[in-house]
């Protein structure tokens, strides 16, 4: 990866962790990050623990992520949380088009297109996940297939904007699989989402991030992020405890 490009590991707890569960982990990561130099860590606790979490974190360089929010401001959206509620607990980064949100709860590209310019009216940093079914990559469409999500979700935004962007390729195939892409096969569609950025956004793509997402773990780590065009990972499953998801970002500490 470019020195240029700071690597994030963000942690994705999904549907998991209550309150005081929440803080524990938040705790040890907290005091774990602390002696890391040379990667920007955070986490993305459900929304319910956003504000314990947000405050237990304070004084420490671990940052909060929400794992979605609304494309409206405000407004009769029921259960729907938006970008300035984010923001007011403290959320620097949001993930938009989890696969999660595309695939089970059946959102739209247009809708993350939506999302995506939402959060970064709303001052927080969308990191728009982005990835192919099995029987896209069987069918030999994987590369379109993450072209046409990028055009839907990037087409059309300013310099300052895309400045702000974060990319995730999670091939829907591996998140939560256990079976993760192979260190070549996460390099190919990286360096082709840097390729279309580049056509779609300019100049800004040599410094967008890119990470990698999909059944990332202590043992495979370090190869997946040792790719050029790796600035980092999206991790579900190992993010639920501090000592892998520690162990991930140490690997990406040392590939600054
Ligand atoms: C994710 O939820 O974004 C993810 C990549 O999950 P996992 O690491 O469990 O595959």
């Not at 043992?219 to 050029?228: F, P």
């Amino acid at each position: 990866m470019s020195a240029a490009r700071l690597p994030l590991v963000a942690g994705n707890w999904k549907c998991h962790k209550t309150v005081v569960e929440a803080l524990a982990l938040a705790t040890e990561v907290k005091h774990g990050a602390g002696a890391l130099r040379g990667v920007e860590i955070a986490v993305a606790p459900p929304f319910t623990a956003l504000q314990a979490v947000g405050k237990r974190l304070e004084g420490s360089a671990v940052v909060l992520a929400s794992q979605d929010c609304h494309w409206e401001d405000a407004g009769a959206f029921t259960a729907a949380v938006s970008a300035p509620m984010l923001r007011e607990l403290g959320c620097r980064y949001a993930i938009v088009g989890h696969s999660e949100r595309r695939h089970v709860f059946r959102e739209t590209d247009d809708e993350v297109r939506k999302k995506l310019r939402a959060a970064l009216r709303g001052d927080l940093r969308p990191i728009l996940c982005i990835g192919e079914t099995l029987d896209e990559r069987d069918g030999g469409r994987t590369l379109e297939r993450l072209a046409a999500q990028l055009e839907a979700a990037l087409s059309g935004l300013g310099a300052a904007d895309a400045a702000n962007v974060v990319v995730a390729y999670e091939p829907v195939w591996a998140i939560g699989t256990g079976r993760n892409a192979t260190p070549a096969q996460a390099q190919e569609a990286h360096a082709h989402v840097r390729e279309v950025a580049r056509a779609l956004l300019g100049g800004v793509a040599d410094g967008l991030r890119i990470l990698y997402g999909g059944s990332v773990k202590p043992d495979n780590a370090a190869e997946l992020l040792g790719q050029r065009d790796v600035d980092g990972a999206l991790v579900g499953g190992a993010s639920l405890e501090a000592k892998s998801f520690l162990a991930i970002a140490r690997a990406a500490a040392g590939r600054g």
